[in-house]
């Protein structure tokens, strides 16, 4: 709920200063229509919902960036956190000229506040002057853009509207530099060409003496000093809560290559991991959006684990986590020992924050696997060039992977110029096997028009065996770093397998299991009854030898 409120002050704040530099880039019409725009700015924020919007915001979000400091258990912050921070930290002190020069000036020293009194003074000043007010635009644009980007990058539409999102991101800030930069460099022309220009213009303007100036710019020292002591003491009051908290108990997490890190409780697991050095992802910094820095937990004190928060269950919910996975980042385990075992490459990327599939976790699931591979493949691909053979290859796939996919399956693998594919993840047991048999269908039909489509190349068609099995498997994402995807292991994939091979002994295109037909409810009286044996198998296993996979009319409906 914090990260919302600061999010939503941050869009109230993003809102105010876009309007700001649209109003400035109307600079590069006229003076004039830069003043008679300020009109319509100055409608929507000078009014007392206005003002509370726009104060509330400031006060909101300048106090729960000092609280995120405070808060935070290890500074360990990644290169875009720091660069969020150092800008963020600059604001105050940048702007505080700007801000007492305009606002307090106008309602405590009765300055007729407006462009001509902002361009009059900059054109009086010195050039750091000029460079801090251009260079405030630089850096609160910046700022606001990294926090946009790591608030909206794992949204579903971010992608599609990122060029459009990257266009106004360089177009906003440059057209409103560009306008207050024509506008000063008139002004300046104004003050050159009419010595007095200056003079009568501060006097309509009714600006403050040399007195008065000198207030303005000691209450302009005083906010960015107190900004300032604030920070700093936001920095120092870590180590005494700390301290404080020690009284609390110690923490120990145990890690999958034995690493152990013992702290005071009070810390998060995705900051003991970052202080004890244990290499932890965590694409959205720490802020419970991305569920990359998910856990698996163990150990003998789980028992004692808050239960999650109504946030973190939602994105536990979204990838589908089990009982025993919870979010680093938001876990904070009460004095214990516990077992932690983050479950993503410390490298993942926002790829890797959402999960198509529930059982990626792991998990025993009803399935059934087909595998497929193409008869007397090497004969066909002696004497072709190599480029011959991985177009036929590709023409291959794509025409069984759109037949597998179409009837409901997912592509596993690619093994060679053989296939695995797996039916079920989504579906009951009954439509997972007749999904599967409906793709070996497909797939012999897809195999026909490649045949006739490539006749003119090949001396002969494309023959290919299929296996189909099904059974309980084990299903999860396996792998390492980029190369984990979600598949399938155990006894039922082995089956399929081996069931493939068959058809070469029984010269058939498909063998299937009667467990899969059984499920699906589909009878083959006129296909050939086998039982055979399957090695790692006890017993022999009763089996079908379909000729041609396209009798199977019954299940394209």
């Known amino acids: 709920m914090v990260g919302r409120i600061r999010l939503w002050s941050a869009y109230v704040l993003l809102l105010y200063v876009t309007m700001h530099l649209l109003n400035h880039a109307v600079g590069l019409v006229s003076l004039r229509a830069l003043e008679e725009t300020r009109t319509w700015f100055m409608y929507l924020w000078e009014n007392p919902v206005g003002h509370v919007a726009l104060y509330g915001a400031v006060l909101i979000h300048f ?77 609160v644009w910046i700022h606001a853009c990294i926090g946009l980007h790591f608030a909206w990058r794992l949204r579903p539409w971010y992608r599609d509207w990122l060029p459009t999102l990257y266009a106004v991101a360089l177009l906003v800030p440059a057209a409103g530099i560009g306008g207050a930069g024509v506008a000063l460099r008139d002004f300046a022309y104004l003050a050159a060409e009419r010595p007095d220009f200056l003079a009568n213009l501060f006097e309509k303007l009714n600006a403050p003496d040399a007195a008065h100036v000198a207030q303005i710019y000691r209450i302009a020292d005083t906010l960015a000093g107190t900004s300032l002591v604030l920070l700093l003491a936001s920095f120092a009051g870590r180590p005494l809560r700390d301290l404080w908290q020690r009284r609390a108990g110690v923490v120990q997490l145990t ?33 419970g959006r991305c569920s990359t820095c998910r856990v698996r937990v163990g150990g003998p004190d789980r028992a004692l684990l808050p239960p999650a928060s109504e946030e973190e269950q939602k994105v536990l919910d979204r990838v589908g986590a089990p009982e025993n996975v ?90 060679g110029d053989g296939v695995m594919a797996i039916f079920g993840l989504t579906a009951d047991p009954e439509r997972a096997c007749k999904q599967a048999l409906e793709a070996a269908r497909r797939m012999t039909l897809a195999l026909d028009d490649l045949n006739e ?26 792998g390492y770093e980029r190369a984990t995807q979600l598949t399938a292991i155990g006894d039922t994939v082995n089956t399929a397998s081996r069931l493939e091979t068959l058809t070469k002994e029984f010269g058939v295109q498909l063998v299937v299991s009667e467990e899969l037909l059984e499920r699906a409810g589909v009878l083959l009286p006129d296909a050939a009854r086998h039982e055979v044996a399957i090695r790692g198998r006890q017993g022999r296993m009763a089996v079908r030898a379909v000729t041609r996979a396209d009798v199977l009319t019954t299940l394209s409906s």
Request: hydrophobic share 45%.
């Open 63 to 139: 106090s729960l960036a000092m609280w995120s400091v405070f808060r935070r258990r290890a500074l360990r912050l990644s290169s875009w956190e720091w660069t969020q921070l150092a800008l963020g930290a600059s604001i105050v002190p940048m702007a505080a000229a700007h801000v007492t020069g305009t606002r307090i000036a106008t309602d405590y020293f009765g300055i007729h506040d407006g462009y001509p009194w902002v361009l009059a003074s900059l054109t009086a000043g010195t050039w750091m002057g000029v460079a801090r007010q251009f260079g405030l635009v630089i850096v």
């Open 255 to 287: 890690y999958g290559e034995g690493q152990v890190v013992s702290l005071p409780a009070g810390h998060s697991v995705l900051e003991m991991s970052r202080i004890g050095g244990v290499p932890h992802a965590s694409v959205c910094g720490g802020r």
């Open 326 to 415: 919870r979010l680093a980042c938001q876990l904070h385990p009460p004095p214990g020992r516990y077992r932690m075992t983050p479950l993503l490459p410390a490298l993942a990327g926002p790829v890797e924050a959402y999960r198509r599939q529930p059982q990626a976790h792991g998990g025993e699931r009803y399935v059934a696997i087909l595998f497929a591979d193409i008869r007397g493949f090497t004969s066909i691909s002696e004497g072709r060039l190599p480029y011959d053979v991985v177009f036929l290859l590709n023409r291959y796939f794509r025409a069984t992977g759109h037949a597998i996919e179409s009837a409901g399956g997912r592509l596993d693998k690619f093994i």
């Open 453 to 478: 489509a490539l006749s003119g190349d090949l001396d002969q068609p494309l023959r290919i065996g299929i296996g189909l099995h099904a059974g309980p498997t084990i299903v999860g994402e396996m």
